[in-house]
């Protein structure tokens, strides 16, 4: 949020964020009132605030000066840190299931190689 509109980079990382994720600020997207972009001084950024309370890309139908307005019908209320931990738990659960599935392929293996020693040592002993 510091760097909000004073960073060309990191500006269209955090809209791309907000887009790819449909979500507003940190925790909320009352975490715009306290940015350099909404109090910082107007010739240190790269583009000016012109009054938003949110950045475009919180809202639901993005469009030029749609942050106007912070109504709940209007831009995404949750944070971005909620989905963004609700996206990591999905990919985690997805790979915690395959690490579980590969690691029965040795498992099966070595019961499969202990019966084939138990049926060989009677068949030679």
């Known amino acids: 949020m510091k760097i909000y509109a004073i960073d060309q980079g990191r500006t269209k990382a955090i809209d791309q964020m907000q887009q790819e994720y449909k979500c507003c600020g940190a925790v909320r997207f009352e975490d715009w009132k ?3 972009w909404l109090s910082g ?3 240190e950024l790269i583009f000016p ?3 938003r309370l ?5 809202c639901i139908s993005t469009s030029y000066l749609c942050g106007l307005r912070d109504h709940p019908s209007n ?3 949750t944070g971005c840190i909620y989905q963004m931990s609700e996206d990591l738990r999905h990919h ?3 790979l915690g299931t395959m690490a579980a599935g590969a690691s029965m392929i040795p498992i ?3 019961i499969i190689s202990c019966c084939l020693y138990v049926k060989l040592y009677k068949f030679i002993g």
């Open 34 to 36: 306290r940015s350099t």
């Open 41 to 43: 001084a107007e010739d």
């Open 49 to 51: 605030s012109e009054d």
């Open 54 to 58: 949110v950045p475009d890309s919180c």
């Open 75 to 77: 831009i995404y209320y």
């Open 92 to 94: 985690l659960i997805i």
């Open 108 to 110: 099966f293996g070595m």
